[in-house]
């Protein structure tokens, strides 16, 4: 079974705190992407890289950044935690070519920052 | 920004009802767009569409695209209480980036 893990279901953080969100993906797909999922908004992307050291902003990039060191791993980094990144924050990963608009996604990490 | 709009935001049924779910979006040229359904928390594929007018259908879900009147419809016929969910509709955007833009879904109950 295809896997997309990340790390943590429940974070609560402060104000001002450095936060890693951490994803891995086991079907050594090319792509992978940061969404935040907002009631009545819907997913907006972070963040996504088609390539290991490879990063592209995606839609709502500010206050946020990323690093993919490796095939498998994509981090989400909130430098200075802020409560209006409070949300749940999903993962996902999808090949390149044939089949790439499927995604497949993590369970999501809900963050609370106070 | 594309925008996608889903209509209605929330619906509660009874088991056994039908359900139509409505997307409608504002990109003309797009590649192909895509419905999730989104129990917990992690969404899954439910179906791919990218020609206009050919119904897709998997089990009691099927849904169909109008690229003429910009809207794609997810119908969902004897309802189960399973069937709750959020449905999100997305657009593949038409630049190479592999970037989806989301609507804001639509929550579906099923009452017993």
């Known amino acids: 079974d295809v896997k997309v893990t990340q790390s943590s279901r429940y974070l609560v953080k402060r104000t001002g705190e450095k936060v890693f969100l951490e994803c891995v993906q086991d079907?050594?797909?090319?792509?992978m992407f940061w969404y935040r999922q907002d009631p009545g908004l819907g997913l907006r992307l972070i963040y996504f890289?088609?390539?290991?050291?490879?990063?592209e902003k995606g839609d709502i990039p500010e206050g946020y950044s990323v690093s993919r060191e490796k095939k498998e791993r994509f981090s989400l980094i909130l430098e200075s935690a802020s409560t209006n990144q409070t949300s749940m924050y999903l993962c996902?990963?999808?090949?390149?070519?044939?089949?790439?608009?499927?995604?497949?996604f993590g369970s999501g990490t809900q963050l609370s920052v106070l | 920004e594309d925008k996608v709009v889903q209509s209605p935001l929330s619906l509660v049924v009874h088991e056994g009802d039908t359900v139509t779910l409505n997307c409608s979006y504002e990109?003309?040229?797009?590649?192909?767009l895509l419905w999730y359904k989104q129990e917990k928390k992690a969404p899954t594929f439910l179906f791919m569409l990218?020609?206009?007018?050919i119904e897709k259908k998997s089990g009691r879900l099927s849904s169909i695209l109008d690229k003429k009147e910009l809207f794609s419809i997810l119908n969902i016929t004897a309802t189960q209480t399973g069937d709750s969910a959020v449905y999100l509709c997305?657009?593949?955007?038409?630049?190479?980036?592999?970037?989806?833009?989301f609507g804001a879904g639509t929550t579906v109950t099923v009452r017993a």
């Open positions: 079907m050594d797909h090319e792509n």
């Open positions: 990109v003309t040229n797009f590649r192909s």
């Open positions: 996902a990963s999808t090949p390149t070519g044939f089949g790439r608009e499927k995604l497949f």
């Open positions: 890289s088609y390539d290991v050291k490879m990063k």
């Open positions: 990218t020609s206009s007018g």
């Open positions: 997305a657009i593949d955007r038409p630049s190479n980036d592999y970037k989806l833009s």
